[in-house]
């Protein structure tokens, strides 16, 4: 069964930072493009970061270049988003997708605040 599974979600005070992690099952994630998007609330879900399967560069939303880093390990299967310098504008549900696959996982909730 093919399956992504997020965490790592919360609530961070703006200027913190958090690493969401993705594990995946039923694929080999470092084989196929992973992605990671968030649907702020009230908005459309948008594509914040992306990691090709080849080491081929990454890709990152305007609004988040050089605060945000995609990586992976392929050892654990697992896709990260390390996201530092976070902004109340960063607050959205966060979902990992592997778009060969077809599948996204449930979502983690990050929110800035103070």
């Known amino acids: 069964q093919v399956q992504l599974v997020e965490s790592g979600g919360g609530l961070v005070q703006p200027g913190g930072s958090l690493r969401l992690s993705c594990a995946a099952s039923g694929f080999t994630l470092s084989q196929t493009t992973m992605r990671w998007y968030r649907q702020p609330p009230g908005k459309a879900r948008e594509l914040v970061a992306q990691?090709?399967?080849?080491?081929?560069?990454?890709m990152y939303a305007d609004s988040v270049k050089g605060r945000f880093t995609i990586s992976r390990d392929n050892a654990k299967n697992t896709v990260y988003l390390q996201m530092n310098n976070l902004k109340p504008e960063d607050t959205a549900v966060y979902y990992c997708?592997?778009?060969?696959?077809?599948?996204w996982g449930q979502g983690t909730q990050v929110t800035v605040s103070s």
């Open positions: 990691i090709n399967s080849v080491g081929g560069p990454t």
């Open positions: 997708n592997a778009p060969g696959p077809g599948t």
